[in-house]
């Protein structure tokens, strides 16, 4: 039997099937699917019920990372919602011309009988509700000889999007996820939010978005149900993933206290070559600092603490940095001569923690005004200081 399903307005959505699937307790015994891209949006529609039904039946998931839209946080949720048993695989083809990873397909299957959703949703709240979608749904009966080599036609495709031989597909783990958003292949949701503001407002140089003439007609949709996000309900389990999910950068804007030199009279002796980072930043993510488990404490003036020796790349050569607190000011300082020299009032710092491996420990530059990044990393400055014009944030 073969129907068409449609969004938004259809009475029965993607999302609504497929949950109605997972609650058939003892009706499948096998869950298999393809897509491009997964967010917590959708993932939280869907995970009470995967949930249960991989507590008892074969779940295997492949999932696509191109084009920036998978998010760090639907690979960790979906990951939490198939485990302990379940199984999701991230794919992803290197080759220079980068084909994109683009299927949907869903399919549910017991020895008897399979039921098979193909079509244009994604793993997003707007791909299983919201979105303008379309797809076929297919009852197959399993001892009918064409439904059979249908069937088998679908789970070799699906097999070959979980077969990690070829090198293109990897098993999803805490620690891959971590990976991934450390090399640029996922970015954390809060990220694509930022990316996505930053391209609009380059797009439109010199428009504000209320300046820009609409052209359609806006017409409002059947919202997806509200969904409450589980709370206790595996949140060891989803903290422990959500750990894991790193950021990879900080910037933050110079002012005169980081790249001043302090006294200009003939003879006095210069500021120390400092620059300062708001406590918030560092309590924000201690880890990316190594915050207090790589710090020493200084014998001679309790509550100082020093992280000496810290490798960092600039340009083409590595400087050391005393990262410090001062327990008189109540501040976090990085001393250095080249990186408070490189900048003027209203550059942008941008730091980035290596694996070490490479020699040092962060990569860091002065991004100037006026360049071709620095409103990009601008952007990302979104966190203000009290009585103060600096501003700084986490990618």
Request: charged share 25%; glycine share 8%.
């Amino acid at each position: 039997m073969i129907t068409l399903i449609h969004h938004p307005e259809g009475e029965r959505r993607l999302g609504d099937l497929l949950v109605e699937n997972f609650q058939k307790k003892g009706r499948w015994k096998t869950f298999r699917a393809a897509v491009a891209f997964v967010k917590r949006s959708g993932v939280k529609h869907l995970g009470k019920a995967l949930r249960s039904f991989s507590a008892h039946a074969v779940t295997k998931i492949s999932v696509g990372i191109d084009q920036g839209v998978t998010s760090a946080e639907g690979l960790a949720d979906l990951l939490a919602a198939v485990q302990p048993t379940g199984e999701v695989w991230v794919f992803q083809n290197e080759t220079p011309t980068r084909p994109t990873f683009h299927p949907k397909i869903y399919l549910f299957s017991n020895d008897a009988a399979a039921e098979c959703f193909i079509g244009s949703g994604n793993l997003t709240e707007g791909g299983l509700f919201t979105n303008y979608e379309a797809f076929i749904h297919l009852q197959l009966d399993r001892n009918s000889p064409n439904d059979q080599n249908f069937f088998v036609a679908v789970e070799r495709i699906l097999n070959e999007w979980t077969d990690p031989a070829p090198g293109t597909v990897k098993r999803l783990t805490a620690k891959l996820i971590e990976e991934l958003h450390e090399n640029g292949y996922v970015s954390t949701e809060k990220e694509i939010q930022q990316k996505n503001e930053i391209a609009k407002n380059l797009q439109h140089t010199g428009k504000t978005q209320s300046q820009l003439k609409k052209l359609f007609a806006a017409v409002r949709v059947k919202p997806a149900a509200r969904i409450e996000v589980e709370r206790k309900l595996e949140a060891q389990k989803r903290r422990g993933l959500e750990h894991a999910i790193k950021p990879r950068g900080f910037v933050m804007t110079l002012q005169q206290t980081d790249v001043g030199v302090g006294q200009k009279t003939k003879g006095a002796s210069k500021r120390s070559p400092e620059i300062f980072i708001p406590l918030a930043a560092r309590a924000a993510d201690p880890i990316f600092w190594g915050w207090q488990k790589l710090f020493q404490q200084d014998k001679n003036k309790p509550g100082k603490w020093d992280r000496h020796g810290v490798r960092m790349r600039m340009g083409g050569q590595i400087v050391a940095v005393n990262m410090m607190t001062w327990p008189d000011k109540s501040d976090f300082r990085l001393r250095n001569a080249a990186i408070r020299d490189a900048g003027v009032v209203g550059d942008v710092l941008r730091m980035e923690k290596s694996d070490r491996k490479t020699g040092f420990d962060y990569y860091v530059e002065i991004v100037p005004a006026g360049s071709s990044d620095f409103a990009r990393y601008l952007a990302l400055c979104t966190q203000s200081v009290r009585n103060s014009k600096k501003k700084w944030g986490y990618y």
